[in-house]
């Protein structure tokens, strides 16, 4: 069965401080991966997927994440966070394919507070 | 183009009751997942519709039900209530694309539920 830990609860750092927020994952093939982040009362939005190719990828807001097959790891990251960024990450992972099986498993999301 | 659309945005059941959830999905998409998520948990997928036929269940048990439409807006039902239901609701939608998956999901604000 496919799973997804994100290790960290809540984390705090300050503006203008670089990011790294952590995501594993457990699936038995090829996964597809992503990064939501939901702010309060707010629905999901997309910040990034990895399908295939470059393992390092960009997303939207000046965020990227690495993909690493080899640690089962797609660790989203940002190098200067803006008090805007403070909200909840969630990651991640599923099969994605034509004409259905849109179903994802995500984590238990990171809570990001950013002090100014 | 209109985003993803649910009604209501917050409602109130008492146990045993039952409760219809609603959602528009984004123009030109054909596909809506729904999608469960409690109180600091990450979202669950409960079902997904395609071309007005439910393609994929999650683990949730036969009170939850759904009906997706010809203009493929989508209905999540939920009967007989158990105080465990409370939670946000979200739907996606998405599109297929010949070849390969369209790599997204689209969700709304979810519609908030708590059942006392």
């Known amino acids: 069965a496919q799973s997804v830990t994100q290790p960290d609860i809540h984390i705090t750092v300050s503006e203008g401080a670089s990011l790294e927020l952590r995501c594993n994952y457990s699936?038995?093939?090829?996964?597809?991966l992503f990064w939501y982040v939901q702010s309060p009362g707010q629905g999901l939005q997309l910040l990034l997927k990895?399908?295939?190719?470059?393992?390092l990828v960009q997303g939207i807001k000046g965020f990227e994440a690495e993909f690493k097959r080899s640690q089962s790891s797609f660790n989203l990251r940002k190098p200067s966070v803006h008090w805007s960024d403070a909200a909840e990450y969630f990651c991640?992972?599923?099969?994605?394919?034509?004409?259905?099986?849109?179903?994802?498993?995500f984590g238990t999301g990171t809570q990001l507070k950013v002090e100014l | 183009e209109t985003g993803v659309t649910q009604s209501p945005t917050h409602l109130i059941k008492t146990r045993g009751q039952q409760v219809t959830l609603r959602c528009s999905s984004q123009?030109?998409?054909?596909?809506v997942s729904w999608y469960q998520q409690a109180l600091g948990q990450g979202p669950q997928f409960i079902f997904q519709?395609?071309?007005?036929?439910?393609?994929g269940r999650g683990n949730f048990p036969p009170r939850f039900s759904g009906l997706q439409f010809p203009n493929y807006s989508s209905e999540l039902n939920v009967n007989a209530l158990e105080l465990d239901d409370s939670a946000l609701y979200l739907c996606?939608?998405?599109?297929?694309?010949?070849?390969?998956?369209?790599?997204?999901?689209?969700f709304g604000e979810g519609s908030r539920l708590t059942v006392l």
């Open positions: 996606a939608s998405s599109s297929d694309v010949a070849g390969g998956p369209s790599g997204e999901l689209f």
């Open positions: 699936y038995g093939a090829t996964p597809y």
């Open positions: 990895y399908f295939s190719g470059d393992t």
């Open positions: 991640a992972v599923g099969p994605l394919r034509p004409g259905g099986g849109n179903k994802l498993t």
């Open positions: 123009s030109g998409h054909n596909t």
């Open positions: 519709y395609y071309r007005e036929e439910e393609n």
